[in-house]
């Protein structure tokens, strides 16, 4: 079993104005019905409200905690504003406590400043890179992640992904600078069952070892093989090499280079 070094982190409490609670659902869509298996349970935790656009431009803040935030793989930045609002943002490595960081047009190409990536460098590493114009980063935000601007080609900016995908982004969409906190984090072993529940994660059993009325790989005399030509989910759907993408997806035009497959 291993485990993250915090050391780095403040020892305070979150922010209180921050934080809000989020019931639970245990994998149940609106429905009640399961539509994510193997959740469910798991230690409380509370929501920290995370600034992911940048909502105020041109105004610089200082980074005054970086903390640990349970609902994710990456740790937040509590950063203070000269108006004293508090944000918090994602922690980009070697972020540290005293720095000033901006979100702005013109801000210079430093870890933790926000600007639009037609503004940002060749070869320079971005993260919480914005999809739509304005509505916020929702790409790369995951801990250790980072995405490389290789090219600016009119009103697009080239991205190689984390995934190792190459795809067309509007210039015009913002992206912080530097790589997610927390690079270690695949490196942690879990190390025993407990500690798996205490996630929110509930066990997970082999097709095989199943009935036939739960698996279409279960039944049989003894340990038997699943009995097909190929492997199937819990619902009858092929489970081998299957694409799931759409074949006619409207975003395949920005996508200039596939992932590389495994």
């Not at 915090?6 to 539509?35: D, H």
């Not at 200082?62 to 922690?91: H, S």
């Not at 093989?225 to 997806?249: C, D, E, F, S």
Request: charge should be positive; aromatic fraction near 6%.
């Amino acid at each position: 079993m291993s485990r993250v070094d915090f050391s780095a982190l403040t020892k305070k409490k979150p922010e209180k104005k921050l934080l809000m609670t989020l019931k639970k659902r245990a994998g149940r869509g609106a429905w009640g019905r399961i539509t994510v298996r193997h959740r469910g349970g798991g230690v409380k935790r509370l929501y920290r409200i995370v600034d992911f656009s940048g909502k105020k431009i041109n105004t610089p803040a200082k980074v005054i905690a970086l903390e640990y935030d349970p609902n994710r793989t990456a740790f937040l930045a509590l950063v203070q504003y000269p108006d004293n609002d508090k944000q918090y943002i994602l922690a980009p490595q070697d972020l540290k406590i005293g720095d000033e960081i901006i979100c702005s047009e013109s801000a210079p190409i430093s870890v933790g400043n926000r600007t639009k990536l037609k503004n940002i460098p060749v070869g320079t590493m971005v993260h919480n890179i914005e999809l739509e114009i304005g509505k916020g980063g929702i790409l790369v935000r995951g801990a250790g992640a980072a995405a490389q601007v290789l090219a600016q080609e009119g009103k697009y900016a080239n991205l190689k992904m984390p995934s190792g995908e190459i795809r067309k982004i509007n210039s015009e969409c913002f992206a912080s600078i530097g790589i997610v906190s927390n690079p270690e984090h695949r490196f942690v072993i879990i190390g025993k069952a407990g500690r798996s529940r205490l996630k929110g994660r509930r066990p997970t059993v082999r097709g095989s070892a199943m009935g036939p009325r739960d698996h279409p790989h279960g039944g049989g005399e003894g340990r038997a093989p699943i009995g097909l030509k190929y492997p199937k989910t819990p619902w009858g759907k092929h489970a081998l090499g299957v694409k799931t993408r759409k074949k006619k997806k409207w975003t395949d035009k920005f996508i200039i280079q596939r992932r590389k497959k495994k």
